[in-house]
Each structure stands twice: as C-alpha cells, then as structure tokens.
C-alpha cells in the first residue's frame, strides 16, 4: 500500500471584466427593529454600514415586519441613516412570522389583533388535511373574505414538516374548500371540488401585485426556490408548495407571464446551493436546485421580464460566490442575459472579519463588471488516498 496524491479537476474563476453592471444589495439583521418598532443599537449600525459601503455595493434590503408595532419610529430612523450613507434601499413587506425558517434568529409573530381573531376562528389559517394550523401567515382562502375586523386578507395585510420531506396541501380551511367547490360548480365538473391534488400561486400572483401597483411604482414578486424533490416526475414538493411545476409542464412560465401583466421583478432564491452538495448532505431529498434555477430563470427571460435573485445560506467563500457569478451573468451567453440585482444574505459580523470582508469586496467588484486582479483558475486542496499497485 503507497499513498498517492490526487488533484481533484481545476474550477475555473471566469474574468467578468467588462461585463454588465449588476446592483448589489445587502440585507440588514433580522432583529434591527424591535417589537416596539424601535431601532436597535443605531452606533453600531452605522459602523457596520460605513464598512459596507466601503466595499461600493450599491444599496441595503430590509423587512418591515407585519408583527412589528407600527409607530414608524424605527424604520423612520433606519432610511435616514441609510440616505445620509447614499445607499439605495429595498423594503420587503413581510406578511408572515419571522422564527422558523433556517438563519433566523429572532422570533416574530403575527400581529396579535390577528393571533385573537384566529384563536376564535382558526380558518384564517392554513390548514392541512390532519386539521394542523400554521400560524406562519394567513390563508389565501381569505384575501376576499371580510373575516379580519371587516377587512380581508389583502386589505389587513414547524407544523409537521421537517426538510425533505414532500409537506402536506394547506388548503382544507373552510375559506379555500368554499373557494375549490365554486369553482368546480362554475366549470361543471363537481367531483373537482374534492381534496386537491395540484394547485397554483398564479391567482394569488395576480391579486397581490394588483393591489402592491396601487401603493408602489416597482414591485418585485419573490418566489421561494423549493428544489427538493425535483427530480422526481411529479415535482411533490412544489406541488403541495402551489406550484404546479411537474415534469411535463413549465409552470414557472405561467407564473411569469402574470409577472409580466403587471411589471413586477421576479426575486428567486437558493442561487449559490449546488446539486451535488444537496446529493451528498441529503440524497433522499432528490434534489436539483441549479436545474430549478435555471427553470426558473429562462422562464422570466422568456417572458422578458427583469429577474433579481439572493442566496439562501450564509455564503463567505471563493467557490459560493462564483456559483453566484455563473448565475448572476450566465459566462458566454450570447443574448448577454444576467440579473437585474443580486440581494447578498447577510450583514453580519462573520462576514465583516478581515478574510471574509476581502473576499466579498472582490465579489463585488466582480458582479459589477470591474477589474480584479488574479483571476485565474484555482485548484481545490490536493487529497491524499492510499492505493494497492500491481
């Protein structure tokens, strides 16, 4: 037995000098407004911002929290602060619970005027077929049902699931089950107003932009990227999610032509995750997020509509930010495609340390089609393997 050194294949880090202008955003901690609707540690927000605008990304995302009490004080402050910095700014209104997903460290909850109501009348709530509630955000089965203090949904705008698993459909509220019966009726077809077995966000797409043209000039549609299970010929997870995307149909292409009706940017996710990873970590799931995101991607191109994306995870190394890069502008695309911003996750102190902070100004750089220097193919570290010779 003699040791053998391997040299895993080179990756090659593509030159984007040159290339299209791409914003950048940063999102801000979760945990920058308190409940009280106040800004937490101002002084130490600056700083960390000043840094950042060091490295010229072009502007900060925050959420504005529908759980938050809403005296403006906080946020009035926080875009102040971040005009005086001129910094851009994005505002994503937020209509869900802040606690349960991957990252978050802060706990959020629905208003509790909305909490009191669902106590009494647990329907506004999504609903699976086992009768569990989540309290996350409320049933679309109300955006017309004046069950909110007079108000419906659009106007007042873990739960036995664990990851991969396919999830359950959280349709079976009275308001959605109403809602599936009439439309069986108004096609003929009674039998379709039993259980679902495949559903769709386009309707809800549509409602909701229609109402956001109404208070702002851009709107942006973001859309969660529910890789597992995608090589599969069903899709199952995207299906219970609403999307009904399976095998033999596009239906990333309905869901942007909707898109495009109303002007609106489609914000996908998951851009920086790479298959093979999720094969490696979880090969149960059946995972394929690049062949989601390319999906998704040509679909919005297609329908020639701007297309903005962010990363899912925490990403500080070489190798996530130029998987963002090959997402971010497409290397040799003759149309010239690439995205109409990037929304980088997170501002956090781990990423303002020397070593990572260095390698996100040369991201940067990058995504804006500057100059940078050294780019050239590097080699992943060299392993070492023990091997029987002839």
């Given amino acids: ?54 490295s010229n990304v072009d502007g900060v995302m925050v959420d504005c929290w529908w759980g938050i009490k809403y005296n403006w004080s906080g946020y009035r402050k926080l875009f102040q602060i971040v005009q005086d910095l001129d910094l851009k700014l994005q505002v994503v209104m937020s209509f869900h619970e802040c606690g349960s997903n991957v990252g978050d460290d802060v706990h959020i909850p629905l208003p509790k005027w909305i909490m009191e109501i669902g106590s009494k009348n647990p329907d506004i709530f999504f609903t699976d077929r086992e009768g569990r ?14 069950v909110l203090e007079g108000r419906n949904a659009l106007e007042g705008l873990n739960h036995g699931w664990e990851y991969p698993d396919i999830g359950e459909f959280q349709c079976y509220d009275k308001y959605l089950m109403e809602s599936l019966v009439k439309a069986a009726e108004a096609r003929g077809h009674l039998i379709w107003g039993r259980a679902p077995n495949n559903a769709v966000l386009v309707d809800r797409a549509d409602r909701v932009l229609a109402m956001a043209n109404i208070a702002f000039e851009e709107n942006a549609y973001c859309s969660e990227g529910i890789h597992w299970w995608y090589k599969t010929a069903s899709h199952a997870a995207e299906l219970t999610a609403g999307f009904y995307n399976p095998a033999n149909r596009d239906g990333y292409a309905t869901i942007a032509s909707v898109l495009k009706k109303h002007e609106a940017t489609l914000n996908f996710t998951c851009v920086e995750l790479r298959t093979l990873d999720q094969h490696e970590d979880f090969p149960e799931a059946l995972a394929d997020p690049e062949g989601l995101v390319w999906q998704v991607l040509n679909a919005a191109w297609d329908a020639d509509i701007p297309v903005a994306s962010e990363n899912a995870l925490p990403c500080y190394d070489k190798e996530g930010y ?42 940067v750089k990058r995504v804006h089609g500057e100059f940078v220097e050294n780019v050239q193919p590097h080699h992943e570290e060299e392993t070492e393997e023990a091997v029987t010779l002839d």
């Fill in 322 to 363: 130029n998987k963002i890069l090959d997402i971010a502008k497409p290397f040799g695309d003759l149309d010239g495609r690439h995205l109409s911003a990037f929304t980088y996750l997170r501002l956090t102190p781990q990423l303002l340390e020397e070593q990572n902070f260095m390698e996100f100004e040369r991201f």
């Fill in 1 to 54: 037995m003699l040791p053998v050194t391997i040299v895993a294949p080179q990756v090659q880090e593509h030159d984007y000098t040159g290339t299209p202008y791409v914003p950048i955003f940063v999102m801000l901690p979760l945990g920058l407004i308190n409940m009280e609707c106040e800004l937490v540690d101002p002084d130490n927000l600056i700083n960390q911002l000043r840094i950042l605008k060091s």
């Fill in 133 to 146: 509630r989540n309290h996350e955000c409320l049933t679309w089965g109300i955006d017309k049902q004046r």
